[in-house]
């Protein structure tokens, strides 16, 4: 059976049937129990929820930032158009996330290398989602192919141009 022919069985025509309202409160029991678990009883639960729900904020800051241009707005006319447009965004921030990815394992990998301790619960903490180094305007070109190495890292120790 298809979605659409059990929601036609359960609807009964606009008004639920005894099957639609019994399905209805059947979910409203686990609704019940996640709000439980999430108030009440499990801590670590809630801190699950809350480092998701953070992780989807700030993946929704970097989604805003690339589309600041146009205030996060889609302007396209049509559905085909705000599909590419939404398509284009998606590509973009996946190429920032793993952009940082990358950047993140090789500083990692150097730390370890100079014998500086990297420990799990501090690594479980790093996000790919940072856009604080992301320049994000002007026109960009990207080539077909990634370029081989990772250009040199920053040097903690030497003054940055930039910053003064």
Do not use: C
Not at 56 to 68: N, P
Not at 91 to 118: C, F, H, K
């Amino acid at each position: 059976m298809q979605a659409s022919e059990l929601m036609r069985v359960t609807q009964g025509g606009g008004t639920p049937t005894t099957l639609g309202r019994a399905l209805a409160e059947y979910g409203r029991i686990a609704k019940t129990l996640h709000i439980l678990a999430f108030v009440d009883i499990d801590e670590t639960y809630r801190r699950r929820i809350h480092v998701q729900l953070n992780t989807q904020k700030s993946r929704h800051a970097l989604a805003r930032r690339i589309l600041h241009g146009r205030r996060g707005q889609l302007y396209q006319p049509y559905r085909q158009g705000q599909e590419e447009q939404l398509g284009a965004l998606g590509l973009v921030l996946n190429m920032v996330v793993l952009w940082n990815t990358r950047y993140l394992d090789a500083i990692l990998s150097q730390l370890r290398d100079e014998g500086y301790p990297v420990r799990d619960d501090d690594m479980a903490r790093l996000s790919p989602l940072a856009s604080q180094h992301v320049n994000f305007l002007g026109r960009y070109a990207f080539t077909s192919s990634p370029p081989a190495e990772l250009r040199a890292l920053r040097d903690p120790n030497e003054s940055d141009d930039e910053d003064i």
